[in-house]
């Protein structure tokens, strides 16, 4: 084997137990065992398990961003609401694996590249988006950061949920995200109130 088809099965074997195990849980010790090699030759290829996990997180993370970031880029409206969705789910459909070691704790001096860091920048990507669209329908632009964190975290939260059950399909789970969120901007109110606050004539 060379030393390049070496790195590539300790990254692929390093990913199975990442995913099964979470970081803390993964040892340098099974890595190896599992690849039939000493504890050395992982130790050369990464340093370590911080170094081999940082490896796994990065490859993933491109993965999704590739995914979701070309869902948002080449689309309008809302159709690119419903590909950020779909390619979310099927990231997380394809790529099981992966999704679990990017939603599972990572190690406290993981780098940037981390699911909360992509999902920082879906967001500031949506925010954008829906600042130039409120700002035609004369809602307050400066709202749109507090509407892209909920749209955002809404789709994630769903994916997390749905990496385990499964059920009903990713087509049907997407359509029914987009029209909880279409439909939710689409009949924006220009000032919410909440109940007590209309009801009092406030």
Known sequence: MTGTQRREQLIRIGRAIFAERGYEAASIEEIAHRANVSKPVVYEHFGGKEGLYAVVVDREMSRLDDAVSGALSRNRSRVRVERVALAL?????????????????????APDGTYSSLLNEAINSVAYLLAGDFARRNLDPDLAPLYAQALVGMVSTTATWWLDVRSPSKEVVAAHLVNLCWNGLTHLEADPQLGESRGSGH
């Open 89 to 109: 789910l099927t990231y997380v459909e394809e790529h099981t694996d992966g999704f679990r070691i990017l939603v599972r704790d990572s190690p406290v001096a």
